[in-house]
């Protein structure tokens, strides 16, 4: 189906409903200002901090955020890819690997995890604007973030040419203000009561990165060309999450913070309420842009309904349950969050580019392909063997399976669950897909 609403010459917007004749209006600056911001969060010194926890060393917690976050942007890349060239948003690609039926369960996923993100963008909002002014205001933070969230999704190209004009040049002036602030003081040797050691940072860090790639192709859908899909998305949020992540690391060495209070040790900083308050106005495109992947997910089961009323009722829903919940497990959401989709990934880009040769079917005919499937599943038992979290209820089960595995001794301090799941995942992808239905 195909939109035809008729639009006055420079609205250009996204189709109402599902279609793959997106048009193709971006190149690759607006796409790479687009994938910074997002790229630029506060959820950045969040996780920089955790990583520095990990691994207990300035050094190695610099290194490990490169090393995830580089693997990260390059499964970042390779999903980009998928938008530009079939014209298709990211869950509707994912057909050319499952079907029009198998695409749904990780379209079921991807919903799930984009209203959590969204729900956790507006928490960290309202939090971080409570660090300056407050809790009595939460609850208007809380709806504020949301609606402004609500209303970039109903016009995305829009709000890709508005970060590109204003937001990224205030950002950037912000974001070198904090980085001296913090990189002036004196460093001092960081707690070693949390250390796990430097893979699971590294695992840590490429689980915020990929969390991107089931959304890429809902954007680079309009990408001009599968090179400024690949290259503006892969360094846009790479090198904004390295950025950010570092400074998060750099935070808990100068300021003797720690994971829960990384924010607000930045915020007391000479003139720093102003520098996150810039910060924290450009966060609400993280919440915008897990809206409005919500909504073509979903696009992805009802296609025939104005992605318009969706982003709406996904947006009051995200902003609902922010109102009652706290940012909780946000480590083993990542770490969830990436044993599910970078082995996903993985596969539907070692299909697309080595198997398939760049032509998949992502009509509403397209079939089931268990080759892909099977990987997809060898990929994430991969990942759980070596890195089984600590998620109640689920990771004694692989814990078990781990200890008999390895008999009982600790994983290989060499072996990290992120590189491990990828290489597993293409490969069997790439072995798999060479078995293919007879002809009839």
Same mark, same amino acid.
């Given at each position: 189906?195909?939109?035809?609403?008729?639009?006055?010459?420079?609205?250009?917007?996204?189709?109402?409903?599902?279609?793959?004749?997106?048009?193709?209006?971006?190149?690759?600056?607006?796409?790479?200002?687009?994938?910074?911001?997002?790229? #630029?969060?506060?959820? +950045?010194?969040?996780?920089?901090?955790?990583?520095?926890?990990?691994?207990?060393?300035?050094?190695?917690?610099?290194?490990?955020?490169?090393?995830?976050?580089?693997?990260?942007?390059?499964?970042?890349?390779?999903?980009?890819?998928?938008?530009?060239?079939?014209?298709?948003?990211?869950?509707?690609?994912?057909?050319?690997?499952?079907?029009?039926?198998?695409?749904?369960?990780?379209?079921?996923?991807? #919903?799930?995890?984009?209203?959590?993100?969204?729900?956790?963008?507006?928490?960290?909002?309202?939090?971080?604007?409570?660090?300056?002014?407050?809790? @009595?205001?939460?609850?208007?933070?809380?709806?504020?973030?949301?609606?402004?969230?609500?209303?970039?999704?109903?016009?995305?190209?829009?709000?890709?040419?508005?970060?590109?004009?204003?937001?990224?040049?205030?950002?950037?002036?912000?974001?070198?203000?904090?980085?001296?602030?913090?990189?002036?003081?004196?460093?001092?040797?960081?707690?070693?009561?949390?250390?796990?050691?430097?893979?699971?940072?590294?695992?840590?860090?490429?689980? +915020?990165?990929?969390?991107?790639?089931?959304?890429?192709?809902?954007?680079?859908?309009?990408?001009?060309?599968? @090179?400024?899909?690949?290259?503006?998305?892969?360094?846009?949020?790479?090198?904004?999450?390295? #950025?950010?992540?570092?400074?998060?690391?750099?935070?808990?060495?100068?300021?003797?913070?720690?994971?829960?209070?990384?924010?607000?040790?930045?915020?007391?900083?000479?003139?720093?309420?102003?520098?996150?308050?810039?910060?924290?106005?450009?966060?609400?495109?993280?919440?915008?842009?897990?809206?409005?992947?919500?909504?073509?997910?979903?696009?992805?089961?009802? +296609?025939?309904?104005?992605?318009?009323?969706?982003?709406?009722?996904?947006?009051?829903?995200?902003?609902?349950?922010?109102? $009652?919940?706290?940012?909780?497990?946000?480590?083993?959401?990542?770490?969830?969050?990436?044993?599910?989709?970078?082995?996903? $990934?993985?596969?539907?880009?070692?299909?697309?580019?080595?198997?398939?040769?760049?032509?998949?079917?992502?009509?509403?005919?397209? @079939?089931?392909?268990?080759?892909?499937?099977?990987?997809?599943? #060898?990929?994430?038992?991969?990942?759980?063997?070596?890195?089984?979290?600590?998620?109640? +209820?689920?990771?004694?089960?692989?814990? @078990?399976?781990?200890?008999?595995?390895?008999?009982?001794?600790?994983?290989?301090?060499?072996?990290?669950?992120?590189?491990?799941?990828?290489?597993?995942?293409?490969?069997?992808?790439?072995?798999?897909?060479?078995?293919?239905?007879?002809?009839?």
């Amino acid at each position: 189906m195909t939109d035809t609403t008729v639009r006055p010459a420079g609205t250009i917007e996204a189709p109402l409903v599902l279609t793959t004749d997106a048009p193709r209006t971006l190149g690759f600056f607006p796409q790479f200002t687009l994938w910074a911001n997002l790229g #630029i969060s506060l959820f +950045g010194p969040v996780t920089g901090a955790l990583v520095a926890a990990y691994t207990g060393s300035l050094a190695q917690g610099l290194l490990a955020i490169v090393v995830g976050c580089g693997l990260g942007a390059l499964v970042l890349g390779g999903s980009a890819v998928f938008g530009s060239h079939t014209g298709a948003p990211a869950m509707a690609a994912l057909r050319g690997i499952f079907g029009r039926r198998g695409s749904m369960a990780p379209t079921v996923l991807n #919903i799930a995890q984009n209203i959590g993100w969204a729900t956790m963008e507006i928490i960290v909002i309202s939090q971080a604007a409570v660090a300056v002014t407050g809790p @009595k205001w939460r609850w208007l933070f809380v709806l504020l973030a949301g609606l402004v969230a609500t209303s970039m999704a109903v016009r995305p190209l829009g709000s890709v040419k508005l970060l590109r004009k204003f937001m990224v040049w205030l950002v950037l002036l912000a974001s070198a203000y904090l980085f001296v602030q913090v990189l002036t003081r004196p460093v001092h040797a960081l707690p070693q009561d949390n250390v796990y050691g430097f893979w699971p940072a590294v695992d840590l860090a490429a689980a +915020g990165v990929v969390s991107f790639a089931p959304l890429a192709a809902d954007y680079t859908r309009h990408s001009r060309t599968n @090179k400024a899909a690949f290259s503006s998305s892969a360094l846009g949020y790479g090198l904004a999450a390295i #950025i950010y992540y570092a400074l998060g690391v750099f935070a808990v060495a100068t300021l003797q913070t720690n994971t829960d209070n990384v924010i607000t040790a930045l915020v007391t900083l000479p003139a720093g309420a102003i520098a996150l308050f810039v910060l924290l106005v450009d966060e609400v495109d993280e919440a915008y842009a897990n809206v409005y992947s919500t909504t073509m997910s979903l696009h992805n089961l009802i +296609g025939h309904i104005d992605r318009r009323w969706i982003s709406v009722a996904i947006g009051a829903v995200a902003t609902g349950i922010a109102m $009652f919940i706290d940012l909780g497990n946000y480590t083993q959401f990542l770490y969830l969050i990436g044993s599910v989709f970078i082995p996903l $990934f993985a596969v539907a880009i070692a299909d697309f580019f080595l198997v398939s040769k760049m032509k998949w079917d992502v009509s509403s005919t397209a @079939k089931f392909r268990w080759q892909p499937a099977v990987a997809w599943l #060898i990929g994430f038992i991969a990942y759980q063997l070596v890195n089984p979290g600590t998620v109640a +209820g689920w990771s004694p089960f692989w814990t @078990k399976i781990q200890q008999a595995l390895f008999n009982h001794h600790p994983v290989p301090g060499w072996l990290g669950a992120t590189y491990t799941s990828i290489l597993v995942s293409m490969l069997a992808a790439v072995l798999l897909g060479r078995i293919r239905r007879p002809v009839a």
